[in-house]
């Protein structure tokens, strides 16, 4: 039984995953410079015409797309084509600002479906499978997109979406669903109520689980493997490109494969736009080569990466992206070093006892920035050491500070105390208020 969703195009060799590449590109560009004011505007301005652009290589001559750049063609207005052509819309969740919208044709949700198909034979779901889909249903595209691929792989879909995590659990346990797909903070929030029920993982069959949609470390893998007694994969997207499905791991775990006949990757530096070479860590930006109704160019996600041409033991030739290591607007500036919540985690989540569930304050007093964290232990920790708490607390200060070169007040906090999420988590709170929003 083949691994792959679609052999051809999945191990194509580099040559002939270029001039397919090549081509779509050049199709795309006249598309938009034809029906995007916004595009026609912006090639013109930068004296850029659509036959500038014959080959990959040429993208670096067109302008990057930002998040606000679509706020500001607010909601329709970046859409290449008709909206009678337009049979669905969903948006961004908008924590920071306006939401923006996405469109997609027929054919754009056909692609999509294809993707996430792809994606899930990766993580080598077959229509035996039953899948558990608790991302939510509606404008995220999470639920419907997982719940389309699941659907083409011809496995059993439950569409239970976010929320009322006791039923969850008892579907789990009288369904017997194989695959869960939710975001890796609610993994850790089904398992956790799993255990206070009384349910362990002998009473549920699960064996797969497709996480994705915030950023998570190896470790918070690796303990949700444990606690759910399931394989963990990686599956990342983003609303502007389409949804889950640009990218996934697979049984090798080297990185996630991206869908890059439909999607070319950059890498690029977060500061000066410059493009990086092979290898380098920064930020990712896409541009989509067969999208109808948003075909988005050089478009910047915000999320940091690196990329990795080499062949994979899986035999898929498709490029790898690292496990996204956060975003460069997540990234906290604490009395001048740069640090990421997942540096953070990492450090907590070897520890023993740690549960996965911490939060990050930070505030400014006296001109100072203090970062406070508050981690969350099992209740095994509270019983037996009480008296360790200020030894515990000074160790995970020593490793954070080593670590990421800045101390913080560390505060063990009870069993269940820090905040639960449905959907994406909220680990950071800076109270500085340096930055307005958009
Ligand atoms: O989160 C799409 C999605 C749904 C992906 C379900 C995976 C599973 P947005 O709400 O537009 O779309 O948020 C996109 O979420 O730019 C990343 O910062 C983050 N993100 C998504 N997947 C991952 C992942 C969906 N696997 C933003 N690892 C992206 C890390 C992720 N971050």
């Given at each position: 039984m083949s691994v792959y969703w679609d052999e051809e195009l999945e191990t194509m060799s580099r040559h002939d995953l270029r001039h397919l590449q090549n081509s779509r590109l050049r199709d795309v560009i006249s598309r938009v410079y034809g029906n995007v004011g916004y595009y026609t505007d912006k090639m013109k301005e930068t004296g850029v015409?659509?036959?500038?652009?014959?080959?990959?290589?040429?993208?670096?001559k067109l302008p990057f797309t930002l998040k606000s750049d679509l706020r500001a063609n607010y909601?329709?207005?970046?859409?290449?084509?008709?909206?009678?052509?337009?049979?669905r819309v969903h948006a961004s969740s908008?924590?920071?600002?306006k939401q923006t919208v996405v469109g997609y044709t027929e054919n754009d949700i056909e692609i999509w479906t294809e993707c996430v198909a792809r994606c899930l034979k990766n993580a080598g779901?077959?229509?035996s499978d039953m899948i558990h889909v608790a991302y939510g249903y509606?404008?995220?595209?999470?639920g419907l997109g997982l719940h389309y691929g699941a659907e083409r792989v011809g496995a059993t879909t439950i569409?239970?979406?976010?929320?009322n995590t006791r039923r969850q659990i008892e579907i789990l346990v009288?369904?017997?669903?194989t695959v869960l797909a939710c975001t890796p903070s609610y993994a850790l929030h089904l398992a956790d109520e799993m255990s206070l029920m009384g349910?362990?993982?002998?009473q549920i069959d699960l064996r797969v689980g497709i996480f994705g949609a915030e950023p998570w470390t190896e470790e918070m893998r690796l303990q949700i493997e444990e606690k759910l007694g399931i394989r963990a994969y990686d599956i990342y997207g983003l609303s502007e490109t389409m949804?889950?499905?640009v990218s996934m791991n697979c049984e090798c775990n080297c990185g996630l494969h991206i869908q890059e006949d439909h999607f070319l990757p950059e890498i690029i530096d977060?500061?000066?736009?410059e493009v990086l070479p092979e290898g380098s860590i920064g930020e990712l930006v896409f541009t989509c080569?067969?999208?109808?109704a948003l075909p988005l160019i050089?478009?910047?996600?915000?999320d940091l990466t690196r990329l990795h041409y080499g062949k994979c033991a899986c035999g898929r030739t498709l490029v790898r992206m690292d496990?996204?290591?956060?975003r460069s607007d997540d990234m906290l500036i604490i009395r001048g070093v740069n640090v990421f919540p997942s540096q953070i985690e990492s450090v907590l989540l070897?520890?023993?006892?740690?549960?996965?569930h911490y939060m990050i304050y930070i505030d400014r007093v006296d001109n100072l920035d203090v970062m406070e964290i508050d981690v969350e232990m099992t209740g095994r920790f509270f019983s037996d050491s009480v008296k360790d708490i200020e030894k515990y607390e000074n160790q995970l200060r020593h490793e954070i500070q080593s670590a990421i070169g800045v101390s913080a007040r560390i505060r063990l906090v009870e069993p269940r105390s820090i905040p639960r999420s449905e959907g994406k988590a909220k680990?950071?709170?800076?109270?500085?208020?340096l930055f307005t929003p958009l």
């Open positions: 015409t659509p036959d500038d652009i014959r080959t990959v290589e040429d993208l670096k909601p329709f207005n970046t859409f290449a084509v008709p909206m009678d052509k337009v049979v908008g924590t920071t600002g779901v077959t229509s509606g404008l995220f595209t999470g569409p239970i979406s976010g929320g009288d369904f017997k669903p349910v362990t993982k002998d949804g889950p499905g977060p500061e000066t736009g080569i067969t999208k109808e050089r478009y910047r996600t915000r496990k996204v290591m956060g070897a520890f023993d006892n740690v549960e996965p680990r950071v709170i800076d109270r500085r208020k």
